[in-house]
């Protein structure tokens, strides 16, 4: 407990420059990740990632010092080049995107441990922590590591600020961004720069594999919460941040532990909450739903069941047992008993001693859903011309899932019709007292 | 034997297997699932390593088809289940794994004699060295060229077993359903292969370099014929071919061997890609020239 209150309270002058580093770093690359995710290439963002690797490499044995500007632009120009080969690789042979990248990937990472090895073959005094590239090493940013990635963030954050509308159409609709007019290469080059930038920064914080994560995973996780691409890129840059965080906090604390991999462990851990708990798009909110529908169907078939016994014994108001209900149609007691009770809870059904009789609105209810079913039918015949021995099942699983609206535009559609296709009357509630 | 014979064998070995499978990973479009499960192997290693508690080749090789048959099913749960576009979930899935098999091995650095540098440079260098001493003429050959030859035929025999199983698979998986071809049992089949080869071939080149041998040799063979089984014929024999080059260059520059072998195969790629005779750059050009010749030539006639 104490070290996190000395951790967060960033007395520490290293703590300090650490701590916002990769705060910055992760809220960043998030952001420019959503854009990646949008456009469907989250794996161009690893290949790039692993790609800025020869440029740091070539940086570094031309200058011979490791000065973070030099070595950025070098990472910057390999990742651009890498870019531009798988590109070039899509458009002009036949093989396809995903086998373009992980060609490049691999090649481009390949000549990197290449000339990795020639540096460390030369035993090069200043070579000591190009290797860092590799995993990452937030603990050793310092303070002009720092600067230049505060500078690039700023950058980042800006274009994204201020082109916002042309990145957004670009990545939901690039040809529709091209018939208005937009300088779409323009727009896609200004991204992918943004991209190549975000990265090249933060390899030497989390390293080569770890910077992948950073900018999918955020992306990914901010997804499930929202529709809008505002709040997604605001979330995302929050996820980022707080996994940042934790990941510094952790090497903090465990000074040999990497911290690229903990704040990978930190953004899934999140991204599988999202993906779980997030309402609507979430797993267990899906979930739910369903379980919540399969329960409405049956309490619906269950109304049902009592209409048409009802309905063949002209007497809706009649108490059923369940034998008698189980008669008409097969549901297993458990599942009965458990809907009789949701649809006392809702008064539409009411015990008489033990047996069971549809309340008044039970019976309105019942009434309606049997005249859902018939209409359907009676659609289905009309304008589909299916024959009529052949329309129950669709009318059967469709009868559950009308909306108020498509029940008056499909009565209106049918004009009312007083009979289904199997001659049977269609129950309408309006007449229900004139006919039983 | 030379010293320098058993390392180019080694790359060879590597090459080839991953060829070999690499051609039926970019014809079913997963190319990028080779890099994935190559990443994700690593807390398999980890782990078998823990349990284990040593190198020995079958707790490793039974982790890593488990962590690659997992890999594969975690990407299809979140792409599937939580509807989350595949690209995403499969850089999502393999970046954790690699991460928690880095983490393993930053708690565990004192009890295994396995670091993040093996990880990605591989010990080819030191395959010569490491023999058997079991005082029979196995001795004669370094242990990791014999598990590697095992691999391939591994993989030789699957192929030559299960050839039509991974074709018609491969290009037509809704005709093998209906002919009674389950293209799941293929699919992870396929899966537990790659991550086996992976693990073999990771101590000597490098978790992130198999990838290179997993696609580049299978895409080059890809622009050159248009059969299958030149196809993998020619995959293999770029991937020998790239091994002998790599170390040369590794020997001339005195650098990373497998770094090498990637960069000869990545000049074969290139030349291929600009100059094959149907599909290269040039080569189309040239190719659809005399076609057109051809046609004006018999138009005359």
């Known amino acids: ?436 | 034997m030379s010293y320098d014979f058993w390392i180019i064998l080694t790359g060879a070995l590597v090459a080839s297997s991953c060829a070999l499978l690499g051609c039926f990973l970019i014809l079913r479009k997963m190319a990028m699932i080779g890099d994935a499960i190559s990443h994700a192997v690593l807390p398999g290693i980890v782990i078998a390593f823990l349990v284990s508690g040593s190198r020995a080749s079958v707790p490793m090789l039974i982790g890593a088809a488990v962590i690659g048959v997992i890999t594969t099913f975690l990407i299809e749960l979140v792409s599937k289940k939580a509807k989350m576009q595949n690209d995403a979930a499969i850089g999502l899935v393999f970046t954790f794994l690699f991460a928690v098999g880095i983490i393993l091995l930053t708690v565990f650095a004192d009890k295994m004699d396995l670091d993040a540098d093996c990880v990605l440079h591989g010990e080819i260098l030191f395959v010569p060295l490491d023999l058997f001493s079991t005082g029979t003429f196995i001795d004669f050959f370094p242990r990791k060229v014999l598990i590697l030859c095992c691999v391939f035929w591994v993989v030789i025999l699957a192929l030559l077993f299960g050839y039509k199983g991974f074709v018609i698979t491969t290009f037509d998986p809704f005709y093998a359903v209906s002919v009674g071809i389950s293209a799941a049992i293929w699919h992870y089949v396929l899966m537990t292969l790659v991550s086996i080869v992976t693990v073999v071939s990771f101590e000597s080149v490098g978790a992130i370099l198999v990838v290179a041998f997993l696609v580049v040799p299978a895409a080059t063979a890809y622009l050159m014929t248009d059969n299958l089984k030149y196809m993998l014929l020619i995959s293999v024999g770029v991937g020998v071919l790239s091994s002998i080059l790599g170390y040369v260059i590794a020997t001339a520059l005195d650098s990373s061997i497998p770094g090498a072998m990637t960069v000869a195969l990545g000049g074969i790629f290139l030349i291929v890609f600009l100059a094959a005779p149907k599909y290269g750059v040039f080569g189309k050009r040239f190719f659809m020239k005399k076609k057109s010749d051809e046609k004006l030539k018999n138009a005359n006639v």
């Open chain 1, 1 to 436: 407990m104490k070290e996190l209150l000395e951790f967060l309270s960033l007395s520490n002058a290293n703590v300090r420059f650490v701590v916002l580093g990769v705060v910055l770093l992760g809220a960043s690359t998030a952001v420019v990740g959503c854009f990646t995710f949008l456009r469907k290439k989250s794996l161009v963002g690893d290949a790039v990632a692993h790609s800025v690797l020869p440029g740091i490499c070539l940086a570094f044995i031309f200058t011979q010092v490791k000065n973070p500007l030099v070595l950025l632009l070098g990472a910057f120009i390999s990742g651009w080049l890498s870019i531009l080969s798988i590109d070039i690789i899509n458009k002009k042979s036949r093989l396809k995107a995903d086998t373009a990248i992980a060609i490049v990937l691999s090649v481009f990472f390949g000549i990197g441990i290449m000339l990795l090895g020639y540096i460390q073959s030369t035993g090069n005094a200043a070579q000591a922590g190009v290797d860092r590239f590799l995993f990452g090493q937030a603990a050793a940013l310092v303070g002009n590591d720092v600067l230049v990635l505060g500078i690039v963030c700023v950058i980042l954050m800006l274009s994204v600020w201020l082109l916002f509308k042309e990145f957004k159409i670009l990545s939901f609709d690039a040809e529709f961004a091209q018939s208005l007019g937009f300088p779409v290469r323009t727009i896609e080059f200004i991204l992918s720069t943004l991209t190549v930038l975000a990265i090249a920064v933060g390899i030497q914080a989390v390293g080569v594999v770890m910077m992948a994560a950073m900018l999918i995973t955020p992306a990914a996780a901010a997804r499930y919460w929202t529709n809008k691409l505002s709040v997604m890129i605001l979330l995302a840059a929050i996820f980022g941040s707080l996994s940042g965080l934790f990941g510094s906090y952790i090497s903090y604390t465990a000074p040999k532990m990497p911290t690229g991999p903990w704040i990978i462990i930190a953004i899934t851990f999140i991204a599988f909450i999202s993906m779980s708990f997030a309402p609507e798009r979430g797993f267990y909110a899906k979930w739910y739903r369903k379980k919540q529908k399969v329960k409405s169907t049956m309490d619906e078939n269950l109304l049902k069941v009592f209409f048409h016994l009802g309905e063949s014994q002209n007497d809706l108001n009649q108490s059923r047992t369940l034998t008698e209900l189980q008669e008409r149609r097969y549901f297993s007691e458990n599942l009965m008993r458990a809907s009789l009770k949701r649809l006392a809870r809702k008064s539409l059904v009411q015990p008489n001693n033990s047996e069971w009789q549809l309340s008044e609105k039970g019976i309105v209810e019942a009434k309606r859903i049997a005249k859902l079913h018939r209409l359907w039918e009676m659609y289905m015949s009309t304008f589909l011309k299916i024959p009529p021995d052949h329309v129950h099942e669709g009318a059967e699983s469709l009868e559950h899932f009308f909306t108020p609206q498509l029940e008056a535009m499909l009565e209106e559609e049918l004009n009312f019709p007083q009979t289904d296709p199997h001659d049977k009357p269609i129950p309408y509630n309006k007449t229900a007292a004139n006919e039983l």
